[in-house]
């Protein structure tokens, strides 16, 4: 009974891992198609982008703190019902500012569906099965990204941009299906109370920072990331002070494992995540391939840490995270430094071996790192530890975005990206990427530094 009710709980939670990846590869592809349909400069069309990343990073971690409070099935439902909803909003949007305003809600409801499966997956399986289970899980998140470019290429080429949305309000509602079938609850710090100032300071934070960065060329842009900086110190010392914090700062202070593989963590993900979105404006603007063909190139990476993530989650069940994990990091950063020397004749191999071996370490990285991250809590800091790790990722990812924003609005400002300005573009990506390698680099100290892994069940 207790293997079945597992499998039911693994499936589910695997297909919750799978939708939001799915969401964010498919539209990046589809970009360029957006942007011709609704005639956005490239500012804009960055927040169709950055509006799903921003508002996922910005709620994921009271979410995390949510979930332990009300309940992790039932904020994960909720989530993925939110999910669905503007889903079918985004396919129905009819300007740009419909469609941002869908894809915050987007971000909102996944970072409810984020936090919840790691959780649910911890609480469930013991140290043992627990690498396996998440590497299981992270397999998905993968097989989102693989699938992502390539099925969101042939959509848009075939059916328009809007039936990727449509495709995935259908497979959200057979998630919401199965999610029924779940009918134990998790919620260990049930009636304790919610940091809502500390969660409004944190949201704070972000907005300005990453609008500043997406507006550096304005008055307006330095300013709102001194805001957004002036705001993260105020947010440390809150959390520190508050009684029931969204970000546990004692247990950061003395758990060093948690401390630098987050870190680790939000180094990765600040490093590498821009790289589907910066290509596939690469492979369409700059090569002229069509969404399909950008998207069959894309998929060489996310299909490498689909096949690699289990394994390496199964070796950190034997071997120190630590080791594994940076191994990734550094064959991770070798990887990305291919990418500094694209050019308008860079060959389709060259491209596809770098994203071969990013997706190798990259696979290497996330499962040994999430395995350490999860297993060296108590059981009580289950749903906050997946909050800090989901905030690391999303605040990670934001940041790439971000920094690929900031870039994009220095060389090319507010114009349409178009064929006309294919070299202030090419320029722009060789940028970001000498900024994404020398982070990832940073980021195999961090990876280094963890120490071993100290074993809860």
Same mark, same amino acid.
């Given at each position: 009974?207790?293997?079945?009710?597992?499998?039911?709980?693994?499936?589910?939670?695997?297909?919750?891992?799978?939708?939001?990846?799915?969401?964010?590869?498919?539209?990046?592809?589809?970009?360029?198609?957006?942007?011709?349909?609704?005639? =956005?400069?490239?500012? !804009?069309?960055?927040?169709?982008?950055?509006?799903?990343?921003?508002?996922?990073?910005?709620?994921?971690?009271?979410?995390?703190?949510?979930?332990? @409070?009300?309940?992790?099935?039932?904020?994960?439902?909720?989530?993925?019902?939110?999910?669905?909803?503007?889903?079918?909003?985004?396919?129905?949007?009819?300007?740009?500012? =419909?469609?941002?305003?869908?894809?915050?809600?987007?971000?909102?409801?996944?970072?409810?569906?984020?936090?919840?499966?790691?959780?649910?997956?911890?609480?469930?399986?013991?140290?043992?099965?627990? /690498? +396996?289970?998440?590497?299981?899980? %992270?397999? =998905?998140?993968?097989?989102?990204?693989?699938?992502?470019?390539?099925?969101?290429?042939?959509?848009?080429? #075939?059916?328009?941009?809007?039936?990727?949305?449509?495709?995935?309000?259908?497979?959200?509602?057979? !998630?919401?299906?199965?999610?029924? *079938?779940? +009918?134990?609850?998790?919620?260990?710090?049930?009636?304790?109370?919610?940091?809502?100032?500390?969660?409004?300071? #944190?949201?704070?934070?972000?907005?300005?920072?990453?609008?500043?960065? &997406?507006?550096?060329?304005?008055?307006?842009?330095?300013?709102?990331?001194?805001?957004?900086?002036?705001?993260?110190?105020?947010?440390?010392?809150?959390?520190?002070?508050?009684?029931?914090?969204?970000?546990?700062?004692?247990?950061?202070? *003395?758990?060093?494992?948690?401390? $630098?593989?987050?870190?680790?963590?939000?180094?990765?993900?600040?490093?590498? $995540?821009?790289?589907?979105?910066?290509?596939?404006?690469?492979?369409? #603007?700059?090569? /002229? #391939?069509?969404?399909?063909?950008?998207?069959? @190139?894309?998929?060489?990476?996310?299909?490498?840490?689909?096949?690699?993530?289990?394994?390496?989650?199964?070796?950190?069940?034997?071997?120190?995270?630590?080791? %594994?994990?940076?191994?990734?990091?550094?064959?991770?950063?070798?990887?990305?430094?291919?990418?500094?020397?694209?050019?308008?004749?860079?060959?389709?191999?060259?491209?596809?071996?770098?994203?071969?071996?990013?997706?190798?370490?990259?696979?290497?990285?996330?499962?040994? *790192?999430?395995?350490?991250?999860?297993?060296? !809590?108590?059981?009580?800091?289950?749903?906050?530890?997946?909050?800090?790790?989901?905030?690391?990722?999303? !605040?990670?990812?934001?940041? &790439?975005?971000?920094?690929?924003?900031?870039?994009?609005?220095?060389?090319? /400002?507010?114009?349409?990206?178009?064929?006309?300005?294919?070299?202030?573009?090419?320029?722009?990506?060789?940028?970001?990427?000498?900024?994404?390698? %020398?982070?990832?680099?940073?980021?195999?100290?961090?990876?280094?530094?963890?120490?071993? =892994?100290?074993?809860?069940?």
């Amino acid at each position: 009974m207790e293997s079945k009710f597992n499998k039911i709980i693994l499936i589910a939670t695997s297909l919750g891992a799978f939708i939001v990846p799915f969401m964010t590869s498919s539209v990046n592809i589809a970009l360029p198609s957006i942007s011709k349909d609704f005639v =956005m400069n490239s500012v !804009v069309l960055n927040w169709i982008a950055l509006s799903f990343i921003l508002a996922n990073a910005i709620f994921i971690l009271p979410f995390g703190r949510l979930a332990d @409070i009300l309940g992790r099935k039932k904020l994960l439902l909720c989530g993925m019902s939110a999910f669905t909803l503007s889903s079918l909003l985004c396919g129905l949007s009819f300007n740009p500012a =419909m469609l941002i305003i869908a894809r915050t809600l987007q971000g909102i409801s996944g970072a409810a569906i984020a936090v919840t499966v790691l959780s649910i997956l911890t609480s469930v399986f013991p140290v043992g099965a627990r /690498g +396996k289970a998440l590497g299981l899980n %992270v397999a =998905m998140t993968y097989m989102g990204l693989s699938i992502g470019p390539f099925l969101g290429g042939l959509l848009t080429k #075939y059916l328009g941009w809007r039936s990727i949305f449509f495709f995935i309000t259908f497979i959200g509602v057979i !998630v919401i299906i199965s999610l029924y *079938n779940i +009918k134990q609850e998790w919620s260990e710090a049930k009636g304790e109370k919610f940091d809502y100032i500390g969660s409004a300071i #944190y949201g704070i934070s972000l907005i300005g920072i990453i609008t500043g960065f &997406s507006i550096i060329r304005t008055t307006w842009g330095p300013l709102f990331i001194f805001i957004g900086l002036v705001s993260i110190i105020i947010f440390g010392f809150f959390e520190s002070k508050a009684s029931h914090p969204i970000l546990n700062m004692t247990l950061l202070k *003395n758990n060093r494992i948690l401390t $630098f593989s987050s870190l680790a963590a939000l180094t990765s993900y600040s490093a590498t $995540f821009a790289l589907s979105y910066l290509l596939s404006l690469y492979l369409q #603007y700059n090569k /002229g #391939y069509d969404p399909s063909q950008a998207g069959l @190139i894309l998929i060489a990476q996310p299909i490498v840490m689909t096949l690699f993530s289990p394994l390496a989650g199964k070796l950190s069940d034997k071997i120190e995270p630590q080791k %594994v994990a940076s191994l990734g990091m550094i064959i991770t950063t070798i990887g990305l430094s291919f990418f500094i020397f694209l050019k308008e004749s860079t060959s389709i191999h060259y491209i596809i071996t770098a994203l071969l071996i990013l997706g190798f370490g990259f696979a290497l990285f996330s499962s040994p *790192n999430t395995n350490a991250i999860m297993s060296s !809590v108590d059981k009580k800091y289950y749903g906050i530890t997946s909050g800090i790790l989901g905030a690391s990722r999303s !605040v990670g990812q934001t940041l &790439s975005m971000g920094i690929a924003s900031l870039v994009l609005a220095v060389y090319i /400002g507010n114009e349409q990206i178009s064929s006309g300005n294919a070299a202030n573009l090419l320029k722009s990506i060789r940028v970001t990427f000498i900024i994404l390698t %020398v982070l990832c680099f940073a980021g195999i100290f961090a990876s280094l530094a963890r120490g071993k =892994m100290q074993k809860n069940i």
